[in-house]
C-alpha cells in the first residue's frame, strides 16, 4: 500500500509541477512576446513547451528514484 501511495504522490507532483511550470512558460512568452517580438505567437507556445518539458524530466527523475 506504502508503493501505491508513493506513485499516486509522484503522479500528484507531476501534474502539479506540469501547471506551475507551463503557466510560468506561457507568462514569459506572452511578456517577451509583447515586449519584443511584436506580437508574436512562437515564444509562448517556445516557453509553455520548455516548462512543460521540465516537469516531466522532474517527474521522470522522481520516477527512477522510486524504483
Known amino acids: 500500500m506504502a508503493e501505491r501511495s508513493t506513485f499516486v504522490d ?5 501534474v502539479a509541477n506540469a501547471l506551475v511550470y507551463t503557466g ?6 506572452g ?6 517580438f511584436k506580437r508574436s505567437v512562437w515564444p509562448v ?3 509553455a513547451g520548455y516548462g512543460l518539458g521540465k516537469a516531466v524530466t522532474e517527474a521522470e527523475h522522481d520516477f ?3 524504483r
Open 31 to 36: 511578456v517577451l512576446s509583447l515586449a519584443l
Open 10 to 14: 509522484k503522479w500528484d507532483s507531476l
Open 45 to 47: 507556445v517556445f516557453f
Open 64 to 66: 527512477r528514484r522510486v
Open 24 to 29: 510560468a512558460g506561457v507568462a514569459t512568452g
